[in-house]
């Protein structure tokens, strides 16, 4: 069974430029992650999608992030504009459901901005 | 405020002997830790979880211990290999409501595995 896919693997960008990630779950797991991890530290939730409704967005800068997941399975992740703050590793992950369940992580996508 | 850490950075063990990676919550109503490993260029993989009404479980070649006295977990990985070699977080899965799951990570231990 194919695991969570994140591409690209890695982006490296001019500061003020958009950026888009793309990520498709395991098939079936309708909970969707998107994290940040900085290096040396732990992910940090983004947001959450309970198939096509994002549940919590709490932690996701809106003035320059989005995120959308149309139809309940893959998702992007949009940056727009990029600031040099925002190198980082971006995770996806997804799991079978929010409760306790066991969360599946993709190999991220380590953005450099310049 | 409330913070999941690792009292430890870093961790060297020699290929063979027992490693003990340490980590403290300060959440007392947390009731589910989970231990993950994170090789270089890939994402955190699931370990062993363990819930609150528990103080010991077991897995293959790993066991984590939960005290709630002090609020205080660790992971001991039996028989180090060089395949352990990673950097290791702990997570609190907490309850957030309305039938939400918030995962909070910890900052991570690097364990490096001496042949």
């Known amino acids: 069974e194919a695991g969570v896919v994140q591409s690209p693997r890695y982006k490296i960008i001019e500061k003020k430029q958009p950026v888009a990630f793309w990520c498709n779950p395991i098939?079936?797991?309708?909970?969707l992650y998107w994290y940040l991890q900085n290096l040396g530290q732990g992910p940090e939730l983004l947001i959450r999608y309970e198939n096509e409704e994002a549940v919590d967005d709490s932690q996701l800068p809106k003035d320059r992030f989005s995120a959308e997941r149309l139809k309940g399975v893959d998702s992007t992740l949009k940056i727009q504009p990029a600031e040099l703050g925002d190198s980082a590793v971006y995770l996806c992950a997804s799991s079978l459901r929010t409760f306790g369940g066991e969360q599946f992580f993709g190999p991220g996508t380590r953005l450099t901005v310049l | 405020g409330e913070s999941v850490g690792l009292h430890l950075p870093t961790l060297s063990v020699q290929e063979g002997d027992n490693s003990i990676i340490n980590c403290a919550y300060s959440n007392s109503a947390s009731d589910y830790f989970i231990w993950y490993k994170q090789e270089s260029g890939k994402g955190p993989q699931f370990i062993i979880d363990i819930r609150s009404n528990m103080d010991k479980r077991q897995g293959q070649r790993v066991t984590v211990l939960l005290n709630k006295t002090v609020k205080h977990l660790s992971l001991q990985i039996a028989a180090t290999q060089p395949g352990d070699s990673a950097v290791y977080f702990c997570a609190e899965n907490r309850y957030s409501g309305a039938g939400s799951y918030q995962l909070t990570f910890g900052k991570g231990t690097k364990l490096s595995v001496i042949p």
């Open positions: 098939s079936g797991h309708n909970t």
